[in-house]
């Protein structure tokens, strides 16, 4: 009631006041969707967890203590000890640091590579043929010897420009992203192919929308589904590649660990110390959740058809 | 269609040659050295001696050419000949793979087998999993298996199989005893028992690969489906009468197929490299463990020639899921 | 060490008395054996390949004039006897000896062995175009001549006082002639039915070869003991990974057999005690160490004269700094994390065969952070506000390099923890072990150009004469730009006192004397501060309890006696 009441004498300044911003509206349908807001909230205590955790949780994570190795939980190691004593609740977090960075990063890098590409393939048909065959041609590389001249040209000018641990890092986010963008341009590509032939794009054509504006608009919008599906599982695909490349040696510095190198090195435990391997698959398989949620109830609400329901 | 299948098709020749041009230069600048495996005990000398009798002492150019006759011509003549039992091999060098000093050919042809028992199949009961959880998850979105099948898929795929197949020889092998725990590659199947014994042995490595294949696929197939399922099309569909089941399954399943085709075709050229985890644990030496065993030991004859095929059956299934959209969806025209 | 090695000789020898008291036991009578080997064995000819795995699937296969036994003792195996200065089979001059092969001696295709086929094995290791692997057995022959059918004289090019390395140990065995006359240098690798099964005189011969995948063999007929070998077959499974390899032995029984288990020294002890199998170990030459570089690294010096001698190591060229370095370390506490029973800490770079291990450097066994610390005093390192030494403007600051390895890089955080603890900032680095071990000069990453201030890894030698070992540190064989960085002065160590103390050992032939002068050469190395010695590392495999007669051997290849392993009934 109070509202009507509010709105009755006519105020020429809401007349005229732009439209509301249209990510308020993708806002409102984003938190009715139950999935999405506790994926985001999970989402938000990883972050929470690796970036402000370490300032809670002071302890080192490289302090060796080998009088209390392998130890299960307790006040004095919440999540128990590894194999040198070292505790690893501050390895997971310090871990988390570093391979939640590498997976949002190199994830995003493919997927700006791979859409564009992948955009740019389907709609304009000159550059079709060239990327695509770009696409198998990166396919095709052996993913291990190229990161192994990525490292011996790379690493050393990287250390020297960045310092060890940015080096690296920049290193590897690189070469991920470069070695994992093709799926995502192929599947984009496919579904723009189908797409610049519907009537809605033909009808911005016919009515002279820039190619750009077409893009952006019309047809970016219609691929964001298998977009997000390929965001969430390059950031699983990124975290465990980073580890295979830190076990190979082509990634950081044994001393700076992470979740994909933690659980690598309690493989062998797997036994006699299952939690070494269980907390960090567990912190892996939650964020890829999460990000999953959030991809499912960003998708559903930047659908106008679905927003609003 | 017809003439762009033509083109394309020509066109793959000179892409797949280029391809393993950079390849091989590539792996030719890689820091890797053939000797670097041997033991400390072999001296230097001995060492250098060793490279310039696998002919690194000649130019990259050389040997690529070299490389290329031989498997264009001479490999595939000697596999068809091992075949068939004609008598066409050519006489001549063979591609020799520097780890064992014997034909790369021969190796892989012993090495197809299991790798198609394994990862094949792993990759078949992948996708026939992946189809029907993908479409009855769109389909009921937000329903109790949707819910059930999100977050299993996920799990499947950010787990690496190296722990389910770790545990899952600790469960059937250790514990139950009821799957071996190691392939045995010079098995062969002759009868029923036999095959009984196949069956069991590839077991536990199929099951970890399919469902770590169908996780992803899954997800590709839910939400191409969710977009068709609220387009304006269904709703005239299902207006006009049509039976649900006709809407769901012809109509909107296929317009949603471009996607999950996109990802099925770049997926099974990679079954021919392996799955190399997998393979690992379960002592399958595929293709897989070809491949990786021959980068640890820097021999790229091996790698390369993986490689070459590898990177023909990506430009031919590429090009048969670029011949599918077509099909898919009449509205593509490539001409 | 030694009482270690004296007790599995005792073991050794009551394993095998029940062996010869059982003459029931036949050729074939113990049935089939499974062997795994984590890594595949990827040729039958050890001659084209120089892998370890390769040498020993071949020793069951080819077999040498003379064996070392499990004590490091050279035993007699295609001839009756050693021939020594005493029996006149080597010459007082030192420059040739003469083998005398077992009458009646037949390979497994039943045609006689005889003298021409060990001249012809010389010739196909030193052929030219071949690559070879164990050139280095055969090298310093002027000839080898067939005195008769039977007789083989090695004739050398100078006074040779340890004539025992060509036909000697499992890396240089008698090939047939027949079989390889066709396969000469540069077609040796064409030969592929031959070097895939060779014709050989050991207990078995290959049935059915895959390369990298497995190996299955049958007795051999024409084996020169009529009731050996006892097993019919063998399976000889190759790839997967040490974990599986090692269950697949203690959990599943699947195999007999599994070689080099180099897994956490807890997981290992908690399978073993399932009791279905046990662990054999036996320690060798091999020896984990910390080379310390004698040369400045500096990535700001010019390319050619990074890592070379012009320029010394700022840090590490004192010798206060370098013993510092050592004490700081745990050696004890390294060995019982990394290796358990199956590793030794030592102060020593000759740790094997046990009479040449010295005993005058036991005194960095004990960790000694306080006299580490004095000597970094004395040096002029003086502790700065962070915890790390200062001295003239300069951090106290290593990079510390190795291969990418679990135990090594438990290795890397123990040791940087321990130097850290007076005073020393060590940055870490691992590399993939093909690049680290490669001989690639384009690559920086290699273990002989050594850009970095230490670095970490296990060497050894062959057989039991480390006369060769120890000549890698003389001068002049540092790797450097003039060699395209080849050469075995790993650290670039340089000292005349060492060089004129090996040239007399190299030319000295009384047993004792060479043991003496091997002991004086590895302290005044290790004494030096060199390198530092970690451990000593064992050999290590695992065998099924059902299967006697095991004898594991450091010396030769673990197979040596397959021949005699057998099955235990129940």
Known sequence: MTETAKAAPFSPDEAFRPPRNQWWDVWD???????????????VAIIVFVTIGPLIWQVDPGAINIRSRNQGMSMTYPLGTDQLGRDMLARLMYGGRISVAVGLVAMFLGLVIGTLIGVVAGYFKVFDSPLMRLTDLF??????????????LFRDPLETMFGQAMGVFSLIVFAIAITSWMQTARIVRGDVLALKEREFVLAARSIGTPSLRINTRHVLPNVLSPIMVSATLGIATAIITESALSFLGLGFPPDFPTWGRILYDGRDWIEQYPSRVVWPGVLISLTVLSVNYIGDGLRDALDPRIRGR | MLSYTLRRLAFAVPTVLIISLIVFLMLDMAPGDPTGSLPLTIPLEVREQIRQSLGLGEPVFVRYFKWLQMTVITEPLHILAGLTGWDIAPGGPRILSWQTRSPVGDILVQRVPQTLWVVGLGYLFGILIAL??????????????????????MVGFSVPTFFTGIVFILLFSVTLGWFPSMYDTTHVVRDWNSFLFQAKQIAMPVAVLALYNASQISRFMRASMLDNLN???????????MGEQTVVLVHVLRNSMI????VIAIGIPTVFTGAIITEQIFRVNGLGDALIRAIYVSDWPMVQTITFIFAILIVLFNLIADVLYGILDPRIRYD | MTTRTVLLGTAAALVLAPASAMAERERGSSGHLNIIYWQAVSTMNPYLSGGTKEMNAASVVLEPLARFDNLGELTPWLVDEIPTLENGGVAEDLKSITWKLTEGLLWSDGTPVTSADVVFSYEYCTHPEGGCSYRDRYAGIEQVEAVDDLTVTVHFEDVTPNPYLPFVGAGSVIIQRAQFQDCLGARAPECTDANFAPIGTGPYVVSNFRPNDVIEFVANENYRVPTQPYFETVTWAGGGDAMGAARAVFQTGEMDYAWNLQLAPEVIEQMEAGGRGELLVDFGPLMERIELNFTDPSPDLPDGERGTREHPHPILSDIRVREALSRAIDRELLTEIGFGPMGMATCNFIVAPPAMASPNNDN???QDIDRANELLDEAGWERGADGIRVKDGQRLELLFQTSTNAVRQDFQALIQADWREIGVDTRLRNIDAGVFFGSDPGSNDTYLKFFADAQMYASLFEGTDPTPHLEQRRCGREPQPSTQWQGQNINRYCNPEYDELWAELNREA???????????????????YAHLPLVARGRVSAASTTVGGIVMNVWDSEHWNQAEWYRIEE
């Not at chain 2, 996607?259 to 996109?262: E, I, L």
């Not at chain 3, 047993?511 to 004494?527: H, K, S, T, W, Y």
């Open chain 2, 259 to 262: 996607p999950v085709v996109t």
């Open chain 3, 510 to 528: 009384d047993p004792d004397r060479r043991q003496e002068l091997v002991i004086a050469l590895n302290d005044m190395f290790v004494q030096d």
């Open chain 2, 231 to 241: 387009q304006d099309y269904v709703r005239t569909a299902r207006s006009k009468g």
């Open chain 2, 132 to 153: 029907p959880i993908g479409v009855i998850s769109a389909y009921r979105q937000y329903s109790w298996f949707d819910q059930v099948g999100t977050f299993v898929s």
């Open chain 3, 364 to 366: 960095c066994l004990v």
């Open chain 1, 139 to 152: 396919l095709a590389l052996p993913l291990l010897p190229l990161l192994l001249i990525l490292v011996a």
């Open chain 1, 29 to 43: 349908q984003f938190k009715y969707h139950r999935g999405a807001l506790a994926g985001l909230a999970v989402f």
